[in-house]
């Protein structure tokens, strides 16, 4: 059953008017904080009842979060249409259009738990002109049927006529998976029951584990997962698959399962595990060298290890790869002597930093310390210590009076070097 009033809104005279003003008023009104109010302006001045009007506002809200998290890539939000639960599953294009990559030179692909439609539209617009590929977008909900169908229709892109389509069914249904044929399958179980979420792949909806297994035996041995970050590396599935991590920007966003013939598309076997950092696409690998160093002392930098390699447990083959030691045996920060090089082989995979200090730690000698540089921005950093950031940074800056020729931001890592709590001053560098 569709949401109140949501073909109304979209295909209709009065609707798509009550939804205008919507978005005028929560332009205009502090983003939509006095929603009810609003909602009432709207049903007074177009006629349209309170509750569709409230729709209305809803949906204009939802638009202003997906230019958010759409962005950088250039999705047409003002024009689509989400759920609460819909948009916070939808995945970031970027992140889509990356994996969609893989897809390449397959004829179909069938994507379950298709939601609103992001990854089905991602995946329809790497069919390029003159292509024949073909989308089947699956989802148990109607609504969401829907609005994925509207999506793909009203999203900016250019998608071939027929290379994307839209059908209610379960993702566990044995006659419908037998049914369909394609090249490869793509899949985004919910991760979200009620209020909580779940990291857990038996947890999901459906269950990845028992997802998993039927699709390659009824539909096809290339599959492709989407699950959380932080799902455990030794669930029993990722055995049987290549684990790709995956962050953009520095946020950790994904982790995708991917079977079948991507893992030779991934040049890695079964059990091998992948960081990626985008938008760079540079990645490492648990089939790459590993180096076991660790320092005695901080040398000339410290290397900040993107949070998709510290997820995929790569820390040391990022080592090996910047000719890095690791400065404690739990700690996932790097030393080096020699700057490192921002190469096509590694570029977003780390993030700098040079040294210019570095203490056993203890809360009066980090005052003097800084109290030396007096930056006019102090940052915090931490990883093997208990220390409360926000405090700790409040109170340092309050015993301090930053000079006018003063650095303009230290950084302050908090830390253990050798199994003992240090304290490194450094300054943050752009790889060239």
């Known amino acids: 059953m569709l949401a109140p009033g949501l073909s109304f809104l979209l295909e209709t005279d009065e609707g798509t008017a009550a939804l205008a003003l919507a978005e005028k008023l929560v332009q205009g009104g502090g983003g939509g904080k006095n929603q009810s109010k609003i909602a009432l302006i709207v049903s007074r001045k177009t006629g349209v009842s309170v509750p569709v009007s409230a729709f209305a506002v809803g949906l204009t ?53 298709s939601g609103v439609g992001i990854d089905s539209i991602m995946l329809a617009s790497r069919s390029g002109s003159g292509d024949t590929r ?25 998608i071939l006529e027929g290379a994307i389509k839209f059908v209610e069914a379960d993702a566990l249904d044995d006659a419908f998976l037998s049914s369909i044929k394609a090249d490869a399958v793509f899949a985004d179980p919910g991760r979200r029951d009620g209020t909580s979420r779940t990291v857990i792949l038996s947890g999901t909806r459906p269950p990845t584990d028992v997802l998993a297994r039927k699709v390659r035996n009824k539909v096809s041995e290339n599959l492709c997962i989407k699950s959380a970050p932080g799902v455990s590396r030794v669930e029993p599935l990722l055995s049987e698959c290549v684990s790709e991590f995956i962050s953009l920007d520095g946020e950790l966003r994904e982790c995708a399962l991917w079977f079948g013939a991507f893992m030779e598309r991934k ?25 076991d160093s660790i320092s005695a002392s901080i040398g000339a930098f410290i290397l900040e290890p993107d949070p998709s390699v510290i997820r995929a447990g790569l820390v040391q083959h990022l080592a090996a790869r910047t000719s890095a030691s690791r400065i404690d045996e739990k700690i996932a920060y790097l030393t080096c002597e020699k700057e490192p090089e921002d190469s096509s082989r590694s570029g977003g995979l780390f993030k700098p930093f040079r040294v210019v200090d570095d203490f056993p730690f203890s ?46 931001e230290l950084i302050i890592f908090l830390t253990r070097n050798a199994g003992k709590p240090w304290a490194i001053a450094a300054e943050r560098i752009t790889c060239n």
């Open 61 to 113: 809200i939802l638009r202003r979060r997906a230019e958010k998290k759409f962005s950088p890539l250039v999705l047409d939000s003002s024009g689509m249409v989400f759920d609460c639960e819909g948009l916070e599953m939808a995945s970031n294009p970027v992140v889509s259009l990356y994996r969609a990559k893989s897809f390449d030179e397959f004829g179909t692909v069938l994507d379950l738990c």
């Open 363 to 408: 809360l009066s000698e980090v005052k003097t310390r800084v109290r030396e540089f007096s930056p006019k921005v102090l940052v915090v950093k931490k990883r093997g210590s208990a220390v409360e950031v926000e405090s700790f940074r409040k109170r340092i800056m309050a015993s301090i009076k930053p000079k006018e020729d003063a650095l303009g």
């Open 267 to 291: 040049k890695q076997e079964a059990g091998a595990r992948i960081a990626t950092a985008l938008p760079t696409e540079c990645s490492i690998s648990s089939s790459d060298e590993v180096s």
């Open 134 to 158: 073909e989308v089947i977008g699956v989802d148990s909900s109607p609504e969401r049927v829907f609005m994925a169908c509207w999506n793909g229709g009203h999203c900016g892109l250019n």
